[in-house]
């Protein structure tokens, strides 16, 4: 069963993926005042920013460079002292705009008293998902994220990394279209983090849209399509992530090891070509790699855990271009972000052909 | 073990009622075994917390609902379930309450004794959870913004006065809860130390009659009320005639001291002089089984022995009243003490309205030459009481008066953490809580001491009118006194009153308080004034910046 989306949200069907703009930021900024309403904190300058449908998108930054301000604004917690943001075609403090969204912030802001499961139900009333649906989804993010044993815990009692498992469950309850993840994989262990960057890739793969804010850079480059750099609240560096971080000049080849009078001769034939100096080593496995397998082996075993056991698949409600199964029916499939670009062009103060307002 | 542990959460509902199950059996046990107080206490503490599990559960029912407010009222519901804070008040409100009967002198007169128990149990019940409401709202939204939760909550499809209302509805139907239990508890103590032994048979009379009922009060009227208003015109006439300085600076002020004392004098029955108070719209007509009593509490005047007894006679409806042996008896009373006479079907029974003579019968003191003055202080000095029910309707509405008190309390909480940092919100609840509860003593006292017309535009103009003069006069210090005047009376017209009511005291003296009366209250302190504070909370709230420590 399909919900029929409210007249006032039809809007047009996307093309295809990437080719609508589910954020769209024009020109905003952000200065804090102190109790005296001066100016006490520039946080976000003059920002531009455009995530399309289904891209995942990392925005990187030292601390306190504006970005988990810029992700506030977005989620209407904030309001911007200059320029426009559209969020899913609409303005962020719009109420039908965040029932698409979720967001995991870059720490576990939880309900101390409140166990797992009721945590989860909180915020699955807040979507105002009916109960029997809400029970099903809270069974399949509790075992996705691996707290189903734990479920009727107390979340005061739980480690830091199973308070973020708790937070990234509850931002997927509404099965959002937008996902804005702040540092989802501090205070997690490894096996964690890699469920956490391999359940982005697949939602990835499911047509959402992810914005990523994290300092752990190698996620970024396993899984984002775009990045942008901030400083100082402004955006430095925008591009594909494989564009920027193509090495001109510089080719690698890699064969099963080689014994050492063959190294030579590939050395003599490249000198023959005039390419050198020539740098031959032996690769080294990654300590992620050896942890997980530790890990992996020890669970095998048999051997208990008060913690997080190892997560279970995504669940089918959380979909994309696949068929859900009956708990998907809640959510309307397509969200007000399918929307034609002249629709953001208004909310963001521009014209239907880029020209300013 | 991570199942085992979990097991252990899962499983603690069943075990408080099963703990409550054994706790009612061991109270039976004792009750057979002959222990009855520990066994009547016992299971009194242990319904009073089912009667708290079981409430507990009906309002999460009642709150399970697929909604935004209701979703956030369910969350605070179980965050002052857990709160240490909110434990700790219990525990105390649990520790006062039956406490007191204990520390009870039993020689004091029973009715004197229920009449304390009423009052300090809900008089602590009132504070206990007025602390505790202030602390769970401010708490709660103060928490939510500095710990991040609202960034998670308000990232949600709720709109932030939703958020408000959410807060406020989870603790005024915890309230709810706490009150029901609370009350139900200080109602059994109540009826336990009424049901104890008296000190005699007028004891148990004034406690079955006196206090555990609900009589509805009737004030006096003056015989003639077109003679009483003209010679009250007639004495400002003739003193605005004489003192005409009287009236130069503040003349509403100084005829509301003329009408105060002649209304006094009015009370006041001279010696050899007969007075005539007038009840009107009793309520009895045509019933013979209506309970009809007069109270008085008469004084003596012009006399240095302020505790002298008191000699009157009476007649009720033209009747010569009480008689013995078909002659009139004249009352001797105590001075300055209550009394209360229970008054005969038939005149009462006759006549909607009660015509009540009194002929003052004093003796002429030693060393003097005339006899004293009886005045009765106007107020509650000299009433009929006409009952009208049982003390449990007026308790219960005692309890919602109380309710819409907190109902305000909690409202001006969450506002006050929507818009300020933790300690602020406390300071500024607990203030207009303390105000609301002084209000009455700051109305007197500004009135005696400040400029006073009987309304609000004639204060408004009396102060106008003494700013101007002061600086005509070139009298600074006093037009800027006038002014600030304003300040105090726009303050005071702001403030709720917690005890213009009376509720408690009403309570414990077995006088009717009226459900017009109660459903007002409500409507102005449970829905107005929340409703004021609220948008005035959302107004603020809403333009504010979500980011810890921005208030």
């Avoid at chain 1, 973020?164 to 509404?174: F, Y």
Wanted: with cysteine.
């Amino acid at each position: 069963m399909e919900l029929t989306k409210p007249a006032s949200e039809a809007l047009e069907p996307s093309p295809g993926r990437g080719g609508e703009i589910d954020v769209k930021c024009v020109g905003i900024s952000k200065s804090f005042r102190d109790f005296w309403m001066r100016p006490r904190v520039r946080a976000v300058e003059s920002l531009d920013l455009e995530i399309r449908r289904g891209e995942i998108y990392a925005l990187l930054g030292p601390n306190g460079s504006g970005k988990s301000t810029t992700i506030k604004m977005l989620l209407g917690l904030v309001a911007p002292t200059a320029g426009r943001i559209a969020v899913l075609g609409r303005r962020p403090r719009d109420v039908a705009t965040k029932r698409y969204v979720g967001y995991l912030p870059e720490e576990s802001y939880l309900y101390r008293f409140l166990s797992a499961r009721e945590t989860l139900d909180f915020y699955g009333r807040l979507f105002k998902i009916p109960s029997r649906v809400r029970r099903e989804r809270i069974d399949r993010l509790l075992e996705m994220v691996g707290l189903d044993a734990v479920g009727h815990r107390p979340v005061g009692e739980f480690s830091k990394g199973m308070q973020r498992r708790v937070g990234l469950a509850q931002s997927l309850i509404n099965d959002p279209q937008l996902l804005i993840l702040d540092e989802p994989t501090s205070g997690m262990d490894p096996v964690g983090a890699r469920q956490i960057r391999d359940l982005i890739a697949d939602l990835g793969r499911r047509g959402k849209t992810v914005l990523l804010c994290t300092h752990q850079l190698s996620d970024v480059e396993d899984l984002c399509d775009r990045v942008a750099i901030m400083f100082g609240g402004r955006i430095r560096a925008e591009g594909r992530c494989a564009d920027l971080l193509r090495e001109e000049g510089v080719t690698t080849i890699q064969t099963p090891a080689l014994a050492a009078p063959v190294t030579d001769e590939i050395r003599d034939l490249l000198a023959r070509h005039g390419i050198g100096p020539v740098q031959v080593e032996r690769p080294r496995r990654r300590l992620e790699e050896v942890f997980l397998e530790v890990v992996e082996r020890a669970r095998a075993e048999g051997l208990q855990t008060s913690g997080a056991k190892a997560g279970g698949p995504v669940p089918d409600f959380l979909r994309g271009d696949e068929s859900g199964g009956p708990a998907a029916a809640v959510t309307p499939r397509a969200p007000p972000a399918t929307v034609d670009t002249a629709l953001i062009d208004s909310l963001v103060g521009r014209q239907a052909d880029g020209t300013p307002e | 073990m991570a199942r085992r542990s979990d097991r252990r959460y899962r499983g603690w509902p069943a075990l408080s009622w099963a703990v409550a199950g054994a706790a009612f059996l061991v109270a039976a046990g004792a009750i057979w075994l002959g222990f009855t107080s520990f066994g009547t206490a016992l299971a009194g503490a242990t319904s009073m917390a089912a009667c708290f599990g079981l409430g507990l559960a009906l309002i999460r029912r009642l709150l399970g609902g697929p909604s935004g407010i209701t979703g956030v009222a369910r969350a605070v519901v179980d965050e002052a379930v857990r709160m240490r804070s909110t434990l700790v008040l219990l525990i105390l409100l649990v520790g006062l309450v039956p406490v007191l009967p204990l520390l009870l002198d039993p020689a004091e007169r029973l009715a004197y004794r229920v009449q304390f128990l009423i009052s300090w149990a809900l008089g602590a019940t009132g504070l206990i959870l007025g602390f505790l409401t202030i602390f769970l709202a401010c708490g709660s939204v103060c928490g939510d913004i500095d710990s991040g939760r609202i960034h998670m909550t308000l990232s949600k499809p709720l709109q932030r006065w939703e958020y408000l209302l959410g807060k406020w509805l989870g603790i005024v139907l915890y309230n709810l809860l706490l009150l029901v239990v609370a009350g139900g508890g200080a109602y059994t103590l109540v009826r336990m130390l009424a049901a104890g032994p008296a000190i005699d048979a007028a004891d148990r009379d004034a406690v079955d009659r006196q206090v555990l009922v609900a009589r509805r009060e009737v004030a006096p009227e003056p015989d003639n009320p077109q003679e009483y208003a003209a010679a009250i015109a007639a004495a400002i006439a003739r003193l605005e005639t004489d003192s005409p300085e009287l009236f130069a600076t503040n003349p509403a002020a100084t005829r509301r001291r003329i009408e105060s004392e002649y209304r006094r004098q009015w009370h006041t029955v001279t010696p050899d002089m007969e007075t005539t108070f007038v009840f009107p719209r009793l309520g009895t007509q045509g019933r013979a089984d209506a309970e009809v009593q007069l109270e008085v509490e008469p004084r003596v005047t012009n006399v240095d022995v302020d505790l002298a007894d008191v000699r009157f006679a009476l007649w009720l409806n033209g009747r010569p009243w009480p008689l013995k042996n078909g002659a009139q008896l004249e009352e001797t009373l105590p001075s300055r003490a209550r009394h209360v006479f229970d008054l005969p079907a038939e005149p009462v029974a006759e006549s909607d309205e009660l015509r009540v003579r009194v002929a003052n019968r004093n003796l002429v003191p030693p060393g003097e030459t005339r006899a004293t003055a009886i005045t009765f202080a106007p107020g509650d000095g000299l009433r009929v009481l006409v009952r009208t029910g049982g003390f449990e309707a007026n308790f219960i509405r005692c309890l919602v008066l109380l309710w819409g008190k907190l109902a305000l309390v909690a409202a001006a909480g969450v506002a006050a953490g929507a818009v300020f940092d933790l300690p602020s919100a406390i300071l500024a609840t607990l203030v207009l809580a303390a105000g609301a509860l002084g209000s009455e003593f700051f109305r007197d006292a500004l009135g005696t001491y400040n400029v006073v017309g009987e309304s609000a535009w004639g204060r408004v103009a009396d102060r106008m009118m003494l700013a101007a003069g002061s600086l005509r006069e070139q009298q600074y210090y006093e037009a800027f006194r006038m002014l600030l005047g304003f300040v105090t009376d726009f303050v005071l017209w702001l403030l709720p009153s917690f005890t213009s009511d009376a509720a408690i005291r009403r309570l414990a003296t077995g006088i009717t308080i009226p459900w017009s009366d109660v459903l007002t209250r409500l409507a102005l302190l449970g829905v107005a004034y929340p409703c004021a504070l609220g948008a005035l909370g959302w107004l603020v709230f809403d333009r504010r910046d979500l980011v810890r420590g921005s208030s």
